[in-house]
């Protein structure tokens, strides 16, 4: 009988954390939107995910008319990271993302070539 009452203990504890790390990722599945400046011009950008177990994929608007697919995106938690693809001087360059996934807000840095680009802050769209 104490055994049992051992089993099942474990059995709640280990359902239980299996919830709260569940209900702790945000599924950002949507289109989101943020508002960008630079050199005293404005764009928005609009950024498309799907989430699938893990897996994350979509498009992300780097620049006006400039529209990139994301390569190897993975949701870990709220943590979101992806790569993509972009033209640059005739070549082409990675940029790798990473991201705070929260209900109503993704924070996104970028990096690319070893250097730290900018914060963009999505908003969930309507």
Request: positive net charge; hydrophobic residues 35%; glycine residues 10%.
């Amino acid at each position: 009988m104490k055994r049992m009452l051992k089993i099942s203990r474990v059995a709640l504890l280990i359902l239980g954390l299996a919830i709260v790390t569940f209900a702790q990722t945000k599924d950002p599945s949507g289109r989101w939107t943020a508002t960008l400046g630079r050199d005293g011009k404005s764009m928005t950008s609009t950024m498309e995910l799907k989430l699938s177990g893990d897996q994350v994929t979509g498009s992300i608007d780097l620049a006006p008319g400039l529209t990139v697919q994301i390569q190897n995106g993975k949701l870990e938690g709220n943590q979101l990271m992806f790569d993509v693809t972009a033209p640059e001087h005739g070549h082409t360059k990675s940029i790798h993302f990473t991201g705070d996934v929260r209900d109503d807000a993704i924070t996104l840095k970028n990096e690319s070539h070893g250097k730290q680009g900018r914060t963009m802050i999505f908003q969930r769209a309507t």
